[in-house]
């Protein structure tokens, strides 16, 4: 039986996992917990009875502990973050879950089974080098450097996952790009983007760093996975992914319209496979046209 325990797995990445884990695994061998910081449960994930969901505080171990010792997990995958990479963000928080919480789980390993496989995802603006060295940065950092160290040390079964800016269905952030304009759109309110619209961007879809993550997993050997994260990820301006969502959701009932734009746009923006870009944009807005209307 693997038994998958999903650390702050209720956002939109833990939310492709799942759906992958099912689609992939034999469902009579798998279980999976998740475990999320949320006051509600999120309701768009699959049911089914393979899935649970509990409640964990950031603050207090033990909860986390007792959770270890009754599941008795085969992977741990820590997916919780505070995302605010500014300067005004909380110190405290921002230590509590990005740096001190995924140490003492790698901890809490040694001292319960040292066999459970531990994947700490961690993110690329954890680059002190090409970054701003905001208290986000430095914690995502230090934590990697010491599951690394501690896991050779005494040889524990960690991974560390630098993971790309992502977007897909089941991320309701108000802080991401994607996510926070088109539900501004849906719920048409007004939102400021403050970023210069010709700055390029590169983001991958949650959906497809879940695919080959769960390979990844099953295998054990993560050696060339930022080789195969590289051939999903797309590079586009701010203003080019902004006018493709403003496109979507112009052109969602008339499906004519839709085609002729599409194409136009195709040919216009240079954005190499423009058309598998637009087919995970449309499947993300249409989860959250579901989900607020």
Same mark, same amino acid.
């Given at each position: ?18 759906? /992958?884990?099912?689609?992939?695994? #034999? ?12 006051? =509600?449960? +999120?309701?768009?994930? +699959?049911? #089914?009875?393979?899935? %649970?969901?509990?409640?964990?505080? +950031? ?10 010792? /009754? ?9 919780? %973050?505070? #995302?605010? &990479? ?8 921002? =230590?509590?879950? &990005?740096?001190?919480? +995924? ?37 995502? &950092? ?5 599951? *690394? ?34 539900? =501004? ?34 295998? &054990? ?13 797309? !590079? ?5 992914? !902004? ?15 839709? *085609? !002729? ?5 195709? #040919? ?9 870009? @637009? ?5 993300? @807005? ?5 989900? !607020?209307?």
């Amino acid at each position: 039986m693997t038994r998958f325990l999903l650390i702050g797995g209720s956002g939109h990445l833990g939310y492709a996992l799942v759906n /992958e884990i099912l689609n992939v695994l #034999n469902l009579d061998q798998i279980c999976i917990t998740i475990l999320t910081r949320k006051k =509600s449960l +999120p309701v768009y994930f +699959p049911n #089914n009875k393979k899935i %649970s969901f509990k409640k964990y505080n +950031p603050n207090d171990i033990n909860t986390i502990k007792t959770y270890i010792h /009754e599941i008795k997990p085969s992977t741990i995958i820590y997916l919780s %973050s505070d #995302n605010d &990479n500014t300067e005004f963000a909380d110190v405290f928080k921002s =230590s509590e879950v &990005n740096l001190f919480l +995924p140490i003492k789980i790698l901890l809490l390993i040694k001292e319960i089974n040292s066999d459970i496989k531990y994947i700490f995802l961690s993110s690329s603006l954890s680059n002190l080098k090409s970054s701003k060295s905001f208290i986000y940065s430095i914690n995502k &950092n230090f934590a990697e450097q010491y599951i *690394d160290k501690f896991s050779e040390r005494f040889q524990l079964n960690s991974n560390v996952i630098l993971l790309p800016s992502l977007f897909g269905p089941g991320d309701l952030s108000k802080r991401r790009l994607v996510s926070s304009y088109m539900q =501004s759109l849906i719920n048409k309110s007004n939102i400021e983007i403050q970023q210069d619209f010709r700055k390029n961007l590169t983001i991958v879809y949650s959906k497809e760093v879940a695919k080959i993550f769960l390979k990844k997993i099953i295998t &054990n050997n993560f050696q060339d996975f930022y080789d195969s994260i590289n051939l999903k990820k797309f !590079l586009i301006t701010i203003g080019d992914l !902004l006018e493709i969502i403003d496109l979507i959701h112009e052109s969602k009932n008339d499906s004519n319209e839709l *085609d !002729l734009k599409v194409k136009y746009i195709a #040919n216009s923006k240079n954005v190499k496979n423009y058309e598998i870009l @637009y087919t995970q944009l449309l499947e993300t @807005y249409d989860f959250y046209k579901k989900q !607020l209307t």
